[in-house]
């Protein structure tokens, strides 16, 4: 019986995409580990110019000759590192620095040979490559004909006045010149272009005569000394900065050159002549001033008939591409403008708004102001009305004058309400504010009502103070009233505003609509119409660029123009890159500019190592005896340090940028070869060895290169140390809880669980203060000590416990009993029998807790600041810097950083398994 096989393919793609998924991050960080440029985020995930350096500057750093700069002025001063070596140490650490400042020197002239005699060898071959260069350009250029002529072919004839509107697009966004393509796009328009044509005539005429005027002028000046005769003839020389067939600036040449110097200097040199001569002179001056503002005036009839014709070719869209095209563009000229200005009403209604409901808030501000002194008033009414009612009259002057002026404010106060309250009459969301005004108005209409009966009682104690009363509550509503008075009158205005820019918008909305349904009944025309006028213009763009292409090119000069011009040709129409077409040309040209950049900065290279040399001489001859009178106790500061790392940073910054430029260049050239580049493969790649090892000499290393090692062992004790610590705890903590029955098991073993729900960052301020305390009685337990950071860690062993009880419990009692019964004790029982079957869960805590640790980041930066007792975590932090990030020792770090991780792995990765899977299942 035949068995079927089946195919599981979609499992399989399934694998494969999981697999390139889980590998590509490793992949990225090997890969960008050895890159030299540390792109880490480039296209190409793989470069060819690749280096060890960075896990060498990690593992064995080496000292540039900026660092050891600074090493030198440390060990001489006795700071940083060296605080507290003797005098002969720090004589020695001095005397191997300069041995190793004297090895680099030599080494760098050993690269800037290499780096000179490496391009000049191929910068020799490379020019007489040129005429093959140019034998392949005008091959190219050839293929290049055929491939227009062929796209012509493709995209057929148009009719006149398509040709027309198209060339009239183009004259809009292009300046006029007489040179160019521009004349070519004007013969195209023929008899439609005649005002063009006839300017561009008269100014080529005027252009001419200002150039034989200005020799006619400097005819006249030979044999005529005057003081400043060569600023005048510099100044006549320079008139065509300002003229030619593409352009004219009149105005800036008769301010800067004309009244300046020319008219100026020749006036008085003509004052000084015969009759004969000056009048000569003079004629000459004359007719050059003429003639350059004639050409000036011509010029802007070219501009000003260059956009009437681009005018009166834009109105031949319905000739060309039929009326509902021409309505088309119209429609969707209006439609921009109108969705333009729903755009600015929309900014301007939502100004609006917002001041509405400031205004709104203002409203709520004053009614509590309002509703206090309405029950004051509400409250003053019945004592006077019983004053009133008893018509014991009681005046005098003064009384009479006090109320009077109280009851005017009120007279006052009610107008300003009652006019407020009118215009907030027909004003929505306003209804509380109007009803606490009316209850006000009806208070102080009291008064003024009763004004008469109670000026009469004016002299009573009871009115005299309830005038006090009204003038106080006068008081706090002349606060509020002028201020509502206002922003009820902005309220109006803005609310006004605001619905006639939202009717307004409502109508545009609608024009909107209709005209985007014009849009659509004609975009199936219209969309014919944009591609005809499409193929017009690519048809003209062609036909400009086929000007030249008949004529041979015979310089690199003529190449490089040529492919210029045809660049966004190319990539426009044919989606064909002008860098991947003239390889050639581009290869060749990007060698020189490397060949440029490496011979700059080998310059200023050779200008750094000369000046270093001479300052290091200099340095060595007294750095000894400063030393020496330093630990005599007289402190002295040496300039020379100072001159030194101001020369490096000087220099070494150009040489640093020019050989990254070339560096770069070279890498394009390698990765980039073309058909004669090959064999310059090897000799290119040397030299961007040298280039690369000259920057690795001279560069300013990181600090962290020289910790890196430092920080990796301080995490690998710390993590062994706890892993140790954690398994010898657990594995007796948890004993009991598997093996014995005791009062508070249960309790113990949910306290234990209890503690996993609470991350131990909560508990860091605690943990700090802790350790603060401890160090104050055994430092090696304190703040900032690697014996602090593994008491911390050792705290988090509930997890293990946990694990270590579930797997004591799949162990069968018998075996312990029956070694008790061959004499063992309870602790023998556990320590011999036991533990060796509890290996696997012992070496799965040990593996987790280690990895745990050895990445743990956040506790080790808080408690830890000394540099040198940084873990390996803490210290990977320090490749990433604010503004970038430097990725290949980042990643090359994190790589190395794995090692120890794996190593521990793989000694123990026997019991993993057995570990975690036992301890699950409970006989």
Do not use: C
């Not at 960008?32 to 540390?38: A, K, L, P």
């Not at 492919?563 to 581009?586: D, E, G």
């Not at 070694?819 to 060796?836: C, E, H, N, S, Y």
């Amino acid at each position: 019986m035949a068995v079927e096989r089946r195919i599981y393919w979609l499992r399989h793609l399934v694998l494969i995409a999981v697999v390139i998924i889980v590998l590509f991050p490793m992949v990225w960080l090997v890969s960008t580990s050895i890159r030299r440029d540390q792109a880490a985020f480039s296209s190409n995930l793989f470069s060819s110019r690749v280096t060890l350096q960075h896990y060498r500057n990690l593992l064995l750093p080496e000292r540039s000759v900026g660092r050891l700069i600074l090493d030198l002025q440390s060990a001489t001063y006795a700071t940083g590192d060296y605080r507290g070596k003797s005098q002969e140490e720090l004589k020695k650490n001095v005397e191997s620095y300069l041995v190793k400042f004297d090895s680099l020197m030599e080494e760098s002239q050993r690269m800037v040979s290499n780096i000179e005699s490496g391009m000049a060898s191929i910068e020799k071959d490379v020019v007489s490559k040129e005429k093959k260069i140019l034998l392949e350009i005008n091959e190219i250029r050839i293929n290049d004909k055929e491939l227009f002529e062929n796209r012509l072919k493709q995209i057929g004839t148009f009719e006149e006045p398509q040709m027309a509107y198209a060339v009239g697009r183009i004259l809009e966004t292009t300046v006029p010149s007489l040179e160019g393509v521009y004349p070519f796009y004007v013969d195209l328009l023929g008899e439609r272009a005649a005002p063009i044509t006839e300017a561009m005539e008269d100014y080529r005429q005027k252009y001419e005569s200002t150039l034989k005027y200005r020799d006619e002028t400097l005819k006249a000046l030979v044999g005529l000394e005057f003081e400043n005769r060569e600023e005048v003839i510099k100044s006549l020389n320079s008139i065509d900065k300002y003229i030619s067939l593409s352009s004219v600036d009149y105005s800036e040449w008769r301010r800067v050159e004309w009244l300046r110097v020319i008219n100026r200097y020749l006036r008085e040199v003509e004052s000084s002549l015969s009759e004969t001569e000056a009048s000569v002179l003079n004629q000459a001056r004359t007719n050059l001033y003429d003639s350059f503002k004639a050409a000036g005036d011509a010029w802007e009839v070219i501009l000003s008939s260059n956009e009437k014709v681009s005018q009166e070719l834009s109105s031949l869209a319905g000739e060309a591409f039929g009326s509902d095209y021409y309505e088309y563009i119209e429609v969707r000229e209006t439609l921009s403008g109108i969705e333009n200005s729903i755009a600015e009403l929309k900014k301007s209604l939502a100004v609006s708004e917002s001041a509405v409901l400031e205004l709104e808030d203002s409203f709520e501000i004053a009614i509590p102001t309002v509703i206090s002194e309405t029950r004051k008033l509400s409250a003053l009414i019945p004592p006077f009305e019983l004053v009133v009612s008893k018509g014991i009259e009681s005046s005098n002057s003064i009384s009479n004058a006090k109320l009077a002026g109280s009851l005017d404010g009120v007279l006052s106060a009610m107008e300003t309400i009652d006019l407020v309250n009118g215009q907030l009459a027909d004003i929505k969301n306003v209804e509380e504010l109007s009803s606490e005004l009316s209850e006000l108005s009806s208070k102080l209409s009291w008064f003024v009502d009763n004004r008469e009966v109670l000026m009469k009682v004016s002299g009573n104690s009871e009115i005299s103070k309830g005038a006090d009363v009204i003038n106080i509550a006068l008081s706090n509503l002349s606060r509020v009233l002028p201020v509502l008075q206002t922003s009820v009158s902005d309220y109006i205005e803005v609310s006004k505003s605001a619905k006639e820019a939202k009717s307004r918008l409502q109508n545009l909305e609608i024009e909107k609509e209709k005209l985007l349904d014009t849009i659509s009944s004609h975009e199936k025309e219209a969309k014919k119409a944009e591609e005809t006028y499409a193929h017009a213009l690519e048809a003209i763009n062609i036909r400009s660029a086929m000007l030249h292409i008949d004529r041979e090119i015979l310089s690199m000069e003529e190449a490089r123009n040529y492919v210029s011009s045809l660049t966004n040709l190319l990539n426009s129409y044919f989606k064909i890159k002008a860098s991947v077409r003239y390889r050639t040309l581009f290869w060749y040209d990007d060698f020189v500019k490397a060949s440029t950049e490496a011979r700059d900065g080998t310059v200023l290279l050779k200008e750094l190592i000369s000046s270093m040399k001479v300052m290091k001489d200099d340095l060595a001859s007294k750095i000894y005896n400063y030393i020496e009178l330093r630990f005599l106790g007289t402190s002295i500061t040496l300039d020379d340090f100072g001159k030194m790392q101001e020369t490096y940073n000087t220099l070494f910054q150009q040489v640093n940028a020019k050989y990254q430029r070339a560096s770069r260049l070279i890498s394009d050239l390698i990765e980039k070869p073309t058909s004669y580049s090959e064999s310059y493969a090897a000799e290119l790649r040397e030299v961007d060895k040298s280039l690369f090892r000259a920057n690795q000499i001279w560069v300013q290393k990181e600090s962290t290169y020289f910790y890196f090692v430092r920080w990796l062992l301080n995490s690998v004790i710390v993590a062994l140390a706890v892993a140790l610590i954690s398994v010898t705890v657990a594995a007796l903590a948890a004993y009991p809880f598997s093996r014995m029955r005791f009062r508070g098991r249960k309790q113990g073993l949910l306290a234990l669980l209890l503690v996993q729900m609470f991350p131990s960052i909560m508990f860091m301020v605690a943990l700090y203060a802790l350790l603060q305390f401890l160090g104050s009685v055994i430092p090696f337990l304190g703040l900032n000590t690697l014996g602090g950071l593994i008491f911390l860690y050792s705290g988090g062993i509930a997890f293990n416990i946990w694990l270590i009880k579930g797997y004591y419990d799949t162990i069968s009692n018998s075996l312990e009993e029956a070694a008790m019964i061959d004499g063992a004790t309870k602790f023998q029982a556990f320590t011999r029998v036991i533990l060796p079957l509890a290996r696997p869960i012992l070496a799965v805590v040990a593996i987790l807790t280690f990895m745990n640790i050895f990445n743990e980041y956040l506790i080790a930066r808080i408690i830890l600041q000394d540099m040198n007792k940084w873990t390996y975590a803490v210290g990977l932090w320090q490749f990433s810097g604010r503004f970038e990030t430097s990725w290949g020792p980042f990643t090359a770090a994190a790589l190395i950083g794995a090692v120890p991780m794996v190593i521990f792995f793989l000694v123990l990765q026997e019991y993993i398994v057995g570990g975690l899977t036992q301890g699950g299942v409970k006989e």
